[in-house]
């Protein structure tokens, strides 16, 4: 039996006797390595720098503590930090770590989720609107997915690729990662079609010792009717409640209640790449019966915000600064706005520099002048709110601008301009902006149309 096989099996036969945690499950998929205890079982991603583990220890609650301790130990000896991301109270209350709170994960008991549904009227419009456009939400057979050459495993396959293409955040590792191969069998699986296309998608996994289920993917494309999330996660609860379960969760809305000082900024300065905001209030508007604290637990004297930084960069994977700039990548109009506040102050400058030292003539000053004046507010517009055409013209424009700020720099300044490392840092600054800004605009025109085919 292949090694990884094997451990895979032994994870889930833990699993199965004391999977508590609602991410347990996730061990599972690809990715983790596994230490184990004849009892216990971590899940871990080795970042470099630090073994990042998935939630607490998975096996009997008197022996976790411990397991937890031992299992820091090791990450030392093999010289990296530990932390445990994704604690509950359970294991944050009773284990000698230090615990950041993180978020907050919303609880329902699907047994009386009718009576949630009945009570809450907007929930209840929703529904009924997905209904009445002609949505319709069935059982998904998780076979379906093993064969990854058939039309249904197509589907999902292209609903995730248009899903991933819609969000501002490139594909993430570690607890978020989009893996629907693992242990088949347990899962349950919900499809929302519209006439014949799949238009939405609810993957559960179970959470064996609650018993109950976790809602790990919940997938919509933007041209789905309004409803069809609730119309899914209305069919997960109706089949969970007829099952007798008592718990279901949707998971962490990251950064959600009394976090930290620290946390909260990042909360608000954050908001441009992810809607935090938005993330707690789609789940509250489901009317969870209880919003439950999620921590990262770690030894204590280790550095908290060296364990932030950690678990940042196993849900990276490949590196934070990769992932940063592919998140501005995706989210161009973070970076233009940026620069078009920049482009502010250096309209000023130009509009005082004397035209007979860095510019051919008085004309060509005020050219450039009303140019950038012009451009700094429609870059500030477009990057509040993406419009076709205008990302055209102006990408357009600002191309025109580099190019012809480089035909100055080389034809006019570096021969009659200022002469010294003056010159060529002014000319260096006039090229790159304008050129990152077009780069910027041609990559927010052609994501912002893939996202809306």
Known sequence: MPEAYSETARALAILRGHGWNATSFQILEPGFRYWFEPQVCVAYIDTGRAWVAAG????????????????????????????FFGTEDRFATTSPFAAMRIGEQPVWDPRAWDDTVRATASLRAQIRRAGAKGVEVRPFDPRLLADTNSQARRDVDRLIARWQAAHPMPPMGFLVQMHLDSALEERRLFAAHLGNSLVGFLSMVPVFARPGWFIEDLLRLPHAPNGTAELLVDAAMRAAAAAGTAYVTLGLAPLAGEVGPWLRIARRTGLPLYDFRGVQAFKAKLRPQSWAPIHISYPRGQSGIATVYDALAAFA??????????????????LIQALALILVPWT????FAPAERWFPSPAVKWGWVAFDAALAPALSSLARRWRRGLDTTLATLVTTDAAA?????????????PRGALTWIVGAISVIAPTLVAALLWAGRRSGRANAA
């Not at 700020?405 to 301009?417: E, K, P, V, Y």
């Open 56 to 83: 607490a220890p998975i096996g009997p609650p008197h022996l976790v503590p411990a397991a937890a301790q031992r299992f820091a130990a090791a990450a030392a000896g093999n010289g990296r930090r530990a932390c």
């Open 317 to 334: 994977r490949g590196g934070l600064l990769r992932f940063g700039v592919e998140t501005l990548l995706r989210r161009p109009g973070v």
């Open 348 to 351: 000023i400058l130009i509009a």
């Open 405 to 417: 700020t480089l035909f100055q720099l080389i034809a006019w300044n570096l021969r009659h301009g």
